[in-house]
């Protein structure tokens, strides 16, 4: 079955760029899906960052669209973020997610990975 | 765009009922029939249990269920077992192609 697997740095340097990438196994990411990332601070609640299609459309959260790119490399099957300017607030688990047939869920998520912004 | 609003933790005994509400606005959950909840277990991605306010995945319990009202949605969990013990988050297709969560609410379960 499909499964989501994100990886990257556990540790940026604040002002950095964070980036991460999810990798898409067991199905394509061509599909007709929208692809997620959600973000948890420690001991918060779930963040939505953004979406990204197969085409290339995106959509982001109007308060992070400044400093959020996510985009789609279909010959490896994932996609990715990269969320620029960072502080210490966006220390969070990322997660990446397919999102259902419908509008507005997920119905996959991946572990989710801890990304610590400190110098 | 501001985070639902989910009481901060519920609690039940063994077999009863809890019911956990989620309220926004009419941008949001008011505006359309896109309310999904997840459960989410410590240290887990959070888990899929109802999509479009009622509608359950493939395989999760009927013991599930969820509703809307207004600006508010719920979620209920009958016949309490302990696993059920987690944080549960609401989620809102909230226009313009944005989604905007609630804050969480723990559930304990006595």
């Known amino acids: 079955q499909v499964q989501l697997q994100e990886s990257g740095p556990g540790l940026v340097k604040p002002s950095g760029t964070l980036s991460l990438t999810c990798a898409v196994s067991g199905g394509s990411i061509s599909s007709s899906n929208w692809w997620s990332w959600v973000r948890q601070p420690p001991g918060k609640g779930l963040e939505w960052i953004g979406e990204i299609y197969h085409s290339g459309s995106t959509n982001y959260n109007p308060s992070l669209k400044s400093r959020v790119t996510i985009s789609v490399d279909k010959s490896k099957n994932q996609f990715s973020l990269k969320l620029s300017s960072v502080t210490a607030a966006d220390t969070a688990v990322y997660y990446c997610a397919r999102e259902g047939k419908g509008l507005g869920y997920f119905d996959l998520w991946g572990r989710g990975t801890l990304v610590t912004v400190s110098s | 765009q501001s985070a639902l609003t989910q009481p901060a933790s519920v609690s039940g005994s063994p077999g009863q009922s809890i019911t956990i509400s989620c309220t926004g606005t009419?941008?949001?959950?008011?505006?359309?029939?896109?309310v999904s909840w997840y459960q989410q277990h410590p240290g887990k991605a959070p888990k899929l249990m109802i999509y479009?306010?009622?509608k359950r995945p493939s395989g999760v319990s009927n013991r599930f269920s969820g509703s809307k009202s207004g600006n508010t949605a719920s979620l209920t969990i009958s016949g309490l077992q302990a696993e059920d013990e987690a944080d549960y988050y609401c989620c809102s297709y909230a226009g313009s192609s944005t989604r905007v969560f609630g804050g969480g609410t723990k559930l304990t379960v006595l």
């Open positions: 479009d306010v009622s």
């Open positions: 009419s941008s949001d959950v008011g505006g359309y029939n896109y």
